[in-house]
Protein backbone atom coordinates (compact mmCIF):
# COMPACT_ATOMS: atom_id res chain seq x y z
CA UNK A 1 0.00 0.00 0.00
CA UNK A 2 2.88 2.07 0.69
CA UNK A 3 1.58 3.84 4.21
CA UNK A 4 0.66 2.50 7.00
CA UNK A 5 -2.76 3.51 8.58
CA UNK A 6 -0.94 3.59 11.73
CA UNK A 7 0.23 7.26 11.85
CA UNK A 8 2.44 7.07 15.58
CA UNK A 9 3.02 5.78 18.34
CA UNK A 10 2.43 8.83 20.82
CA UNK A 11 -1.20 9.43 19.06
CA UNK A 12 -3.52 11.27 21.02
CA UNK A 13 -7.05 9.79 20.36
CA UNK A 14 -7.73 5.98 19.49
CA UNK A 15 -8.26 4.91 15.82
CA UNK A 16 -10.94 2.55 16.00
CA UNK A 17 -12.13 0.53 13.23
CA UNK A 18 -15.52 -0.94 12.38
CA UNK A 19 -15.75 -3.44 9.88
CA UNK A 20 -18.48 -6.49 8.85
CA UNK A 21 -19.48 -7.96 5.95
CA UNK A 22 -22.62 -6.75 3.15
CA UNK A 23 -25.52 -5.78 4.95
CA UNK A 24 -24.18 -6.39 8.37
CA UNK A 25 -25.27 -2.60 9.68
CA UNK A 26 -21.84 -1.40 10.02
CA UNK A 27 -22.66 1.83 8.16
CA UNK A 28 -25.25 2.13 10.65
CA UNK A 29 -23.22 1.72 13.91
CA UNK A 30 -20.83 4.71 11.87
CA UNK A 31 -23.72 6.94 11.56
CA UNK A 32 -24.95 6.44 15.26
CA UNK A 33 -21.13 7.53 16.04
CA UNK A 34 -21.84 10.29 13.87
CA UNK A 35 -24.40 11.49 15.39
CA UNK A 36 -23.30 11.26 18.62
CA UNK A 37 -21.09 13.83 17.26
CA UNK A 38 -17.87 11.84 17.05
CA UNK A 39 -15.84 11.80 13.95
CA UNK A 40 -16.53 8.77 11.25
CA UNK A 41 -14.53 8.38 8.20
CA UNK A 42 -16.59 6.32 5.99
CA UNK A 43 -14.25 4.34 3.60
CA UNK A 44 -16.50 4.18 0.74
CA UNK A 45 -17.22 7.47 0.28
CA UNK A 46 -13.52 8.28 0.42
CA UNK A 47 -13.31 6.06 -2.55
CA UNK A 48 -16.11 7.68 -4.26
CA UNK A 49 -14.35 10.90 -3.91
CA UNK A 50 -10.95 9.03 -5.13
CA UNK A 51 -12.54 7.57 -8.48
CA UNK A 52 -14.17 10.65 -9.23
CA UNK A 53 -11.73 13.69 -8.48
CA UNK A 54 -8.55 11.84 -8.04
CA UNK A 55 -7.36 12.52 -11.44
CA UNK A 56 -4.23 9.89 -11.21
CA UNK A 57 -6.81 7.46 -10.00
CA UNK A 58 -9.10 7.94 -12.49
CA UNK A 59 -6.20 7.82 -15.31
CA UNK A 60 -5.62 4.36 -13.88
CA UNK A 61 -9.67 3.38 -13.88
CA UNK A 62 -9.83 4.08 -17.57
CA UNK A 63 -7.07 2.21 -18.25
CA UNK A 64 -8.03 -1.33 -16.36
CA UNK A 65 -11.71 -0.75 -16.98
CA UNK A 66 -12.18 1.01 -19.89
CA UNK A 67 -13.53 4.80 -20.47
CA UNK A 68 -17.43 3.35 -20.44
CA UNK A 69 -17.14 3.07 -16.81
CA UNK A 70 -17.47 6.65 -16.60
CA UNK A 71 -20.59 8.94 -17.63
CA UNK A 72 -20.69 12.18 -19.67
CA UNK A 73 -19.88 14.16 -16.71
CA UNK A 74 -16.84 11.73 -16.19
CA UNK A 75 -17.83 10.77 -13.26
CA UNK A 76 -17.96 6.66 -12.17
CA UNK A 77 -20.45 4.53 -12.89
CA UNK A 78 -20.92 2.58 -9.33
CA UNK A 79 -23.20 0.15 -10.78
CA UNK A 80 -20.79 -0.95 -14.16
CA UNK A 81 -17.45 -0.81 -12.38
CA UNK A 82 -19.03 -3.18 -9.48
CA UNK A 83 -20.59 -5.63 -12.60
CA UNK A 84 -17.20 -5.49 -14.35
CA UNK A 85 -15.44 -6.49 -10.63
CA UNK A 86 -17.28 -9.13 -9.25
CA UNK A 87 -18.52 -10.80 -12.71
CA UNK A 88 -15.08 -11.79 -13.83
CA UNK A 89 -13.05 -14.82 -13.35
CA UNK A 90 -10.05 -12.59 -13.10
CA UNK A 91 -9.19 -10.86 -9.82
CA UNK A 92 -10.48 -7.53 -10.98
CA UNK A 93 -11.30 -6.65 -7.23
CA UNK A 94 -7.71 -6.55 -6.37
CA UNK A 95 -6.83 -4.11 -9.06
CA UNK A 96 -9.24 -1.95 -8.20
CA UNK A 97 -7.90 -2.17 -4.92
CA UNK A 98 -4.38 -1.74 -5.96
CA UNK A 99 -5.67 1.43 -7.87
CA UNK A 100 -7.72 3.19 -5.30
CA UNK A 101 -6.98 1.88 -1.95
CA UNK A 102 -3.16 3.91 -1.74
CA UNK A 103 -5.74 7.14 -1.76
CA UNK A 104 -7.87 6.32 0.55
CA UNK A 105 -5.57 5.44 3.13
CA UNK A 106 -3.89 8.70 2.58
CA UNK A 107 -7.30 10.81 2.79
CA UNK A 108 -7.90 8.67 6.39
CA UNK A 109 -4.22 9.36 7.48
CA UNK A 110 -5.38 13.14 7.00
CA UNK A 111 -8.58 13.32 8.17
CA UNK A 112 -7.48 11.28 11.52
CA UNK A 113 -4.60 13.71 11.88
CA UNK A 114 -6.79 17.04 11.57
CA UNK A 115 -9.78 15.27 14.23
CA UNK A 116 -6.84 14.38 16.15
CA UNK A 117 -5.07 18.02 16.27
CA UNK A 118 -8.97 19.03 16.73
CA UNK A 119 -8.51 17.00 20.44
CA UNK A 120 -11.25 13.92 19.51
CA UNK A 121 -10.34 11.58 21.83
CA UNK A 122 -12.05 8.66 19.26
CA UNK A 123 -11.84 8.84 15.70
CA UNK A 124 -13.82 5.81 13.97
CA UNK A 125 -13.38 4.47 10.55
CA UNK A 126 -15.74 2.36 8.95
CA UNK A 127 -14.38 0.12 6.12
CA UNK A 128 -15.77 -3.63 5.07
CA UNK A 129 -12.09 -4.76 4.09
CA UNK A 130 -10.00 -3.84 7.04
CA UNK A 131 -8.92 -7.48 7.19
CA UNK A 132 -8.95 -8.47 3.83
CA UNK A 133 -6.37 -5.13 2.97
CA UNK A 134 -4.25 -6.12 5.67
CA UNK A 135 -5.17 -2.63 7.65
CA UNK A 136 -6.30 -4.20 10.93
CA UNK A 137 -2.52 -3.50 12.38
CA UNK A 138 -3.44 0.43 11.80
CA UNK A 139 -6.07 0.33 14.23
CA UNK A 140 -5.88 0.50 18.08
CA UNK A 141 -9.10 -1.48 18.14
CA UNK A 142 -11.55 -2.87 15.76
CA UNK A 143 -15.51 -3.56 16.26
CA UNK A 144 -17.21 -6.35 14.33
CA UNK A 145 -20.63 -6.05 13.03
CA UNK A 146 -22.19 -9.15 12.07
CA UNK A 147 -25.70 -10.81 11.11
CA UNK A 148 -26.56 -14.02 10.29
CA UNK A 149 -25.90 -14.73 6.47
CA UNK A 150 -29.43 -15.03 5.23
CA UNK A 151 -30.38 -12.23 7.06
CA UNK A 152 -27.52 -10.18 5.52
CA UNK A 153 -28.76 -11.81 2.12
CA UNK A 154 -31.86 -10.40 2.48
CA UNK A 155 -30.76 -7.00 3.49
CA UNK A 156 -28.79 -6.30 0.59
CA UNK A 157 -31.97 -7.76 -1.88
CA UNK A 158 -33.99 -5.28 -0.48
CA UNK A 159 -31.26 -2.67 -1.67
CA UNK A 160 -31.78 -4.15 -5.22
CA UNK A 161 -28.76 -6.24 -5.64
CA UNK A 162 -28.89 -9.74 -7.28
CA UNK A 163 -28.23 -12.94 -5.35
CA UNK A 164 -25.68 -13.73 -8.09
CA UNK A 165 -24.10 -10.19 -7.12
CA UNK A 166 -24.19 -10.58 -3.79
CA UNK A 167 -22.45 -13.70 -3.53
CA UNK A 168 -19.75 -12.66 -5.48
CA UNK A 169 -19.05 -10.35 -2.58
CA UNK A 170 -19.42 -12.57 -0.08
CA UNK A 171 -16.84 -14.62 -1.66
CA UNK A 172 -14.23 -11.63 -1.91
CA UNK A 173 -14.46 -10.70 1.99
CA UNK A 174 -12.95 -13.05 5.01
CA UNK A 175 -15.54 -15.62 6.74
CA UNK A 176 -17.83 -13.59 8.86
CA UNK A 177 -16.37 -15.88 12.18
CA UNK A 178 -12.98 -15.39 11.43
CA UNK A 179 -13.67 -11.70 11.01
CA UNK A 180 -15.55 -11.68 14.60
CA UNK A 181 -12.76 -13.72 16.13
CA UNK A 182 -9.85 -11.37 15.08
CA UNK A 183 -11.81 -8.33 16.33
CA UNK A 184 -11.59 -6.73 19.84
CA UNK A 185 -15.43 -6.43 19.83
CA UNK A 186 -18.51 -7.43 18.29
CA UNK A 187 -22.24 -6.15 17.69
CA UNK A 188 -24.86 -8.69 16.85
CA UNK A 189 -27.08 -6.96 14.51
CA UNK A 190 -29.84 -9.90 14.21
CA UNK A 191 -32.67 -8.04 15.48
CA UNK A 192 -34.12 -4.46 15.24
CA UNK A 193 -32.43 -1.16 14.37
CA UNK A 194 -33.01 0.51 18.33
CA UNK A 195 -31.54 -2.84 19.96
CA UNK A 196 -28.44 -2.55 17.00
CA UNK A 197 -28.13 1.13 18.49
CA UNK A 198 -28.53 0.46 22.07
CA UNK A 199 -25.63 -2.36 21.17
CA UNK A 200 -23.85 0.77 19.91
CA UNK A 201 -23.92 2.80 22.58
CA UNK A 202 -22.70 0.65 25.04
CA UNK A 203 -19.74 -0.17 23.28
CA UNK A 204 -18.96 3.49 22.99
CA UNK A 205 -19.50 4.30 26.64
CA UNK A 206 -17.00 1.06 27.06
CA UNK A 207 -14.59 3.39 24.34
CA UNK A 208 -14.93 6.71 25.93
CA UNK A 209 -13.28 5.35 29.38
CA UNK A 210 -10.70 3.12 27.33
CA UNK A 211 -9.88 6.83 25.78
CA UNK A 212 -9.75 8.85 29.60
Given amino acids: MGK ?3 LNTDRNCLVIGIT ?6 KTTVGQVYQGKGYPVIFT ?3 AHKVMNFNNQAKAALKQAFGNDIFDSDDLVIRKKLSEIVFSSTENKLMLLNTIVHPFVIEEMIELTDMYEGG ?3 LVFIESALIYETNLDEGF ?3 IDVFAEPD ?3 KRAQSRGLA ?3 INLILQNQLDPVAKRNFADFAIENNKTLSELEESAMFLLNVLKEIAK
Fill in 4 to 6: SLT
Fill in 119 to 121: GSK
Fill in 151 to 153: ICV
Fill in 163 to 165: IEH
Fill in 44 to 46: DLL
Fill in 20 to 25: GGIASG
Fill in 140 to 142: DYI
